[in-house]
């Protein structure tokens, strides 16, 4: 994972769990691996990775278990609001930018609908 320098790494892994989440490769009910495995994986440090996972826990995506570990949540409905603020914070993103190039709403939308529809080979989500 790469990190962007002008936003802490806490929050930029806040986000990359979140998506680990609403996209299933954390399925709902499945036990997160422990923080040091985590860190060791991301390469930052387990404090890091702990204030990250302690902020899943306090938005619902996960709970923790005192013998157990880690867990992400069972509920449906937690993990699609996560989703649907992952997708309205890149959706803010696009509009912000699109504006910015003097795009229409119209040309943004079109835009955007040639781009839903065309194949995701090659890309990465």
């Known amino acids: 994972m790469e990190f962007d320098p002008g936003s802490p790494i806490w929050l930029q892994l806040v986000d990359e769990f979140t998506r680990r989440i609403v996209t299933g490769q954390w399925p709902a009910?499945?036990?997160i691996a422990?923080?040091?495995d985590l860190a060791a994986e991301l390469k930052?440090?387990?404090n890091t990775v702990q204030r990250a996972l302690a902020?899943?826990?306090r938005q619902g995506l996960t709970r923790s278990e005192r013998t157990s570990g880690r867990f992400v949540t069972d509920d449906p409905a937690a993990i699609d609001e996560a989703r649907l603020g992952l997708a309205a914070g890149a959706a803010e993103d696009f509009a912000?930018?699109?504006q910015g190039l003097g795009m229409s709403?119209?040309?943004a939308r079109d835009l955007l609908g040639r781009h839903w529809?065309?194949?995701k080979e090659g890309i990465q989500e």
Do not use: F, K
């Open 96 to 98: 912000r930018r699109a």
């Open 34 to 36: 422990g923080v040091r």
């Open 44 to 46: 930052v440090n387990p």
């Open 117 to 119: 529809l065309a194949p």
């Open 55 to 57: 902020e899943l826990e």
């Open 105 to 107: 709403l119209t040309a």
């Open 29 to 31: 009910g499945t036990r």
